[in-house]
């Protein structure tokens, strides 16, 4: 069976010490399922955050990197800095990244295969916009955003990749994919990883939903057969509300 994640994307939210308010209300959940547990605090935090989740189930992921290995890149972060605070995980191509910080497809590609090239853990977000879906464009947008980012990579590689879908209408709008389109769309992911590489490949890879997903949505959007967990924006700065996501696998 496919691994379940739950992965908590705080964005720029919260300070040092809301940080560590808000990881140990996180630790004195309960999960219940079989999901794994994820949370991306801002990079600042992140080597807090590392202390403080020693011990706990929770692992920690940083929501950006830079590709380049270190140098002259006032402000950046690179993948050896987030190792040697014990960061292994790390979000690529979130559609604000790539509306707000300009990066393009070819960017992302440079970007997971330094991230690969570390033994990072990439979890990697693409998914279409209003127009592309209103055009009926949105199979194409996403093939595109996969074959341009992921697809020169060989197949062992990819199992260090999780995806995420992310239908750029549905993220902070409290607009959700209907778990249809969800599913729709998962199936449709997964059947274009089987024909690049192959089915039982396809069949390995974790596929997250991301957008507007909430405790009340949660269970019926994760009961899609290719829905294998979420990546939760506003909902997983409330530890209630992100384990009542979490467990939604129990
Ligand atoms: P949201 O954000 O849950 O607030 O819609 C999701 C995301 O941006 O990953």
Redesign the pocket.
């Known amino acids: 069976m496919r691994k379940h994640i739950v992965a908590g994307?705080w964005?720029m939210n919260k300070d040092l010490s809301e940080t560590k308010s808000l990881i140990a209300d996180l630790k004195s959940q309960e999960n219940k399922g079989d999901a794994e547990v994820i949370i991306a605090p801002t990079t600042i935090n992140l080597h807090a955050a590392v202390s403080a989740l020693e011990g706990s189930e929770i692992h920690c992921a940083a929501q950006n990197m830079h590709q380049q290995e270190s140098g002259a890149y006032t402000g950046e972060i690179s993948a050896a800095m987030l190792k040697a605070v014990g960061v292994n995980t790390v979000i690529l191509g979130?559609?604000?990244r790539r509306a707000y910080f300009h990066e393009d497809d070819a960017l992302l590609a440079a970007k997971v295969k330094t991230a690969l090239a570390h033994k990072m853990r990439v979890i990697f977000?693409f998914g279409e916009e209003l127009e592309d879906r209103k055009a009926g464009n949105h199979f194409s947008v996403v093939e595109a955003q996969l074959k341009n980012a992921l697809f020169e990579l060989e197949s062992d590689p990819w199992l260090q990749i999780v995806l995420?879908y992310?239908p750029v209408w549905?993220?902070?709008?409290g607009e959700t994919a209907s778990p249809e389109q969800a599913q729709e769309m998962h199936a449709f992911i997964r059947k274009t990883i089987a024909s690049r590489y192959n089915q039982d490949l396809a069949d390995q890879i974790t596929i997250l939903y991301?957008?507007?997903?909430k405790p009340a949505n949660a269970k019926e959007i994760f009961s899609k057969a290719d829905v294998d967990g979420g990546?939760?924006?506003?909902?997983?700065l409330n530890a209630n509300d992100f384990y009542a996501i979490v467990n939604a696998f129990a």
């Open positions: 994307n964005k979130h559609s604000e977000c995420a992310e549905a993220i902070g709008t991301g957008g507007s997903v990546l939760i924006g506003g909902a997983s």
